[in-house]
């Protein structure tokens, strides 16, 4: 709606409803901006300083509670973080933007992960993973046939129990596992691995190849919010001086450790 007709229609209201139509009109224009910007005390202290009428404080609160209510039951967000949410940012509150949204899976995962074929030994693998600390942090493991296309994962633990000794991979490895595709937001990952109860998803091509592109694990997760920490101290650093950097107050004396002679 706007923001001219908000007056006008609350002049309408007032001659409708009776009182002062100045007083309706600057409800409509205050109770506006309280809907749009979810903030009603703003609103309030806005309209109360365009025309300093003490009668007019409890209407406005009325009307700017009203208006904040409707609007945070009708609407998702407001129109602050409209235009950003429309960028295809999550907004999880206002102002704040979920650090999972800002991160493609592609991004952050596992490219060419080490993959075993479905007639490889498990005891074999056992003990490359027991000696290379690099691949047994993958956490997970594709099974791919000679094109590259997936048959299936096996996890570290699956190689543990003695049902897998002298076993082949096919035998242990689970044949139909969740997975995430390189397009996707870190968000829906998160969601997926804790629905599934799982710490790492194969990363497969959206089309029916079934060719495995890499492995995302919870590590990679973490990576998101890594990213947000570095950006803060970032921008934290930024705002000191270079020339406060050099002053150092002076230490008294005797405020240094005594070495025990």
């Not at 091509?205 to 890499?214: A, F, Q, T, Y």
């Amino acid at each position: 709606m706007p923001s001219s007709a908000c007056p006008s229609l609350g002049g309408i209201m007032g001659h409708g409803l009776g009182g002062s139509a100045a007083t309706w009109e600057l409800m409509g224009m205050a109770g506006t901006l309280a809907g749009v910007t979810r903030s009603p005390f703003t609103s309030v202290v806005f309209a109360f300083e365009l025309t300093h009428d003490t009668g007019s404080l409890l209407p406005l609160l009325i009307a700017c509670a009203l208006a904040h209510l409707t609007s945070a039951l009708v609407l998702r967000r407001s129109i602050l973080t409209e235009k950003v949410s429309r960028r295809g940012f999550h907004v999880m509150r206002e102002y704040i933007v979920d650090p999972l949204e800002a991160l493609f899976v592609r991004e952050v995962m596992v490219a060419e992960p080490y993959s075993v074929t479905p007639d490889s030994g498990a005891d074999e693998f056992r003990r490359v993973l027991e000696t290379d600390p690099v691949i047994r942090r993958q956490r997970l493991y594709p099974v791919v046939d000679e094109a590259a296309r997936m048959q299936g994962v096996v996890g570290w633990t699956d190689l543990l129990g003695p049902s897998a000794q002298g076993q082949a991979i096919s035998a242990v490895m689970h044949g139909q596992p969740v997975v995430a595709f390189p397009d996707e937001t870190l968000r829906s990952v998160a969601d997926r691995m804790a629905e599934h109860q799982v710490g790492a998803l194969p990363v497969v091509e959206r089309s029916d190849s079934g060719v495995v592109l890499g492995v995302v694990t919870s590590f990679e997760l973490l990576a998101a919010r890594r990213r947000q920490l570095e950006e803060e101290r970032h921008r934290e650093a930024s705002l000191y001086l270079p020339v406060y950097r050099h002053l150092r107050l002076p230490r008294r004396a005797g405020s240094g450790r005594r070495t025990p002679g």
